[in-house]
DNA sequence: TATCGTACAGACAGATCGTCTGTCTCACAA
DNA sequence: TTGTGAGACAGACGATCTGTCTGTACGATA
């Protein structure tokens, strides 16, 4: 049976988190970044990687500029989503519910923590009258 | 770079939610239960199965009993956490916060859910008096 | 136009994961 | 006691994924 792939690969990911951080970038300056160093075979990976996330619709190029200059599409919180979806999908017949009661259950959520949740909870009661 | 391997599998979580809904179940009926046949091979790798996730301490196999019952060790509600601080560790620096943030603010939350979410947090409050 | 960095295509190797084959062992019936 | 069928266990294979690299074409700048 096919296994499936991850949507986004560890690699990708470590791509966009310097996208997220920097705004845009070359290929030059994510591979410094990521690798401190920037060879040639260096380079073309960073390149692969990508040629990847564009191709998945994460990630944008600029072929106006020289280098192209490249910048998420993909906000952090979307992926979050995605990602919590997937679990949810795997773990709970894609209900929402479930996570959430045992985020709120696990340990470290501080007084503040409740408190502003409840805000956030009163803001939608708010959005929906 | 080594990839870093999902602890459980796709084909293993199928055999875990079984075993979550049976509680308990031969090599026989877990291949019945998940491929509706129960040839030679299919039971192998039900069996193959069994055994990475005993490897993994999500399951425990009674050999006492002939043929031995398997039953799950990690609950489901402690895969959701496990899974949950994954992508936490991934996305947001290992916070659980923002998690509860997408998850609030993303749609498909009724006035019941939010009013149950309050009754979960004071709770908490209650018990952190 | 020579040179250097970038773009792009293709390929490869290690690892994962679902699956299968083969052998041994156990329980039960003849 | 012995034969038989199902389960236990070990090992292996092959498809696929994924990070990486090589090779070639292209574009800008001196």
């Known amino acids: 049976m096919a296994r499936t792939p991850q949507?986004?690969?560890?690699?990708?990911?470590?791509?966009?988190?310097?996208?997220?951080?920097?705004?845009?970038?070359?290929v030059r300056e994510l591979t410094e970044k990521l690798y401190r160093e920037c060879t040639l075979s260096l380079t073309a990976t960073v390149q692969k990687l990508l040629e990847r996330l564009e191709g998945k619709k994460c990630v944008k190029r600029d072929r106006k500029?020289?280098?192209?200059?490249?910048?998420?599409?993909l906000k952090r919180e979307e992926l979050i989503?995605?990602?919590?979806?997937?679990?949810?999908n795997?773990?709970?017949?894609?209900?929402l519910?479930?996570?959430?009661?045992?985020l709120v259950k696990?340990?470290?959520?501080?007084?503040e923590d409740r408190q502003s949740l409840r805000g956030l909870l009163d803001?939608?009661?708010?959005?929906?009258?």
Do not use: Y
């Open 7 to 26: 949507d986004i690969t560890d690699a990708e990911l470590n791509v966009l988190q310097v996208l997220w951080d920097q705004g845009t970038a070359t």
């Open 106 to 111: 696990a340990k470290g959520l501080s007084a």
């Open 81 to 88: 989503a995605r990602q919590l979806q997937t679990t949810a």
């Open 90 to 95: 795997k773990l709970c017949e894609g209900e």
């Open 123 to 129: 803001q939608l009661d708010m959005d929906t009258k």
């Open 65 to 73: 500029t020289w280098p192209h200059q490249f910048s998420a599409i």
């Open 97 to 102: 519910n479930p996570l959430l009661t045992c």
